[in-house]
């Protein structure tokens, strides 16, 4: 299903913010070695994530799916210059892939990358986040936000991508066991009392949860 027209997309983009040469590179790089160059957040979306960030100002984030390393660099951008970024990815070669780009940053001393299941690695890291983005496989996204929460400071934020998943969260009944994982965990969120949200359809989706 297409959610957002091309041309209505192609515009968006025309009067964004263009990407600097390392988010270009690595664009261009996933886009062509890559088996599964769709799971990069892309310009509009990395550009909404920098200024989400930067309006923040964290000290700590946290990324739970790293991919190829786009997201984290856009996050990378508004964090504070004593700040940190913890990433997470499942995938070894992706993970060296990120850290490869990681390397050329200007923020590579603030990213930390860390290879495993995030189901582990987040309580092992037991830091206060300021926002989280979730981006990593669907059917783990209530578990990952139930993780994640506790240790998101009062007045934090958790940004959860793919919320509409590709449309077909929108059919009745919800098929497919990822779009099922995603609705469930929409419903999880907007019936937490903890939290305040808003769904924006971007791209595939994002939920903006706010911990109050």
Not at 116 to 123: K, M, P, T, V, Y
Not at 179 to 190: D, G, K, Q, W
Request: one cysteine or more.
């Amino acid at each position: 299903m297409e959610l957002i027209p091309e041309n209505v997309n192609a515009y968006a983009e025309r009067f964004t913010t263009q990407v600097d040469e390392l988010l270009a590179e690595i664009a261009s790089g996933t886009y062509r070695d890559h088996a599964e160059p769709h799971m990069l957040s892309g310009h509009l979306q990395g550009q909404l994530l920098t200024h989400i960030s930067r309006m923040i100002n964290p000290q700590r984030i946290l990324e739970i799916g790293t991919f190829t390393g786009y997201s984290a660099l856009c996050l990378a951008k508004g964090l504070r210059d004593e700040g940190l970024l913890h990433t997470i990815e499942i995938r070894e070669a992706d993970a060296e892939l990120a850290k490869g780009y990681f390397n050329k940053s200007s923020y590579r001393e603030q990213l930390i990358i860390h290879t495993g299941d995030a189901r582990e690695l987040i309580e092992k890291l037991n830091e206060q986040c300021d926002l989280v983005f979730i981006d990593a496989d669907k059917i783990n996204y209530v578990l990952y936000y139930e993780a994640v929460l506790p240790s998101v400071r009062k007045g934090g934020w958790i940004v959860a991508d793919n919320v509409l998943f590709h449309g077909t969260v929108l059919e009745e009944p919800v098929k497919g066991k990822n779009a099922r994982a995603v609705h469930e965990f929409n419903m999880h969120v907007s019936a937490d009392p903890r939290v305040e949200q808003v769904m924006l359809t971007v791209r595939d989706g994002l939920m903006l949860i706010y911990k109050k």
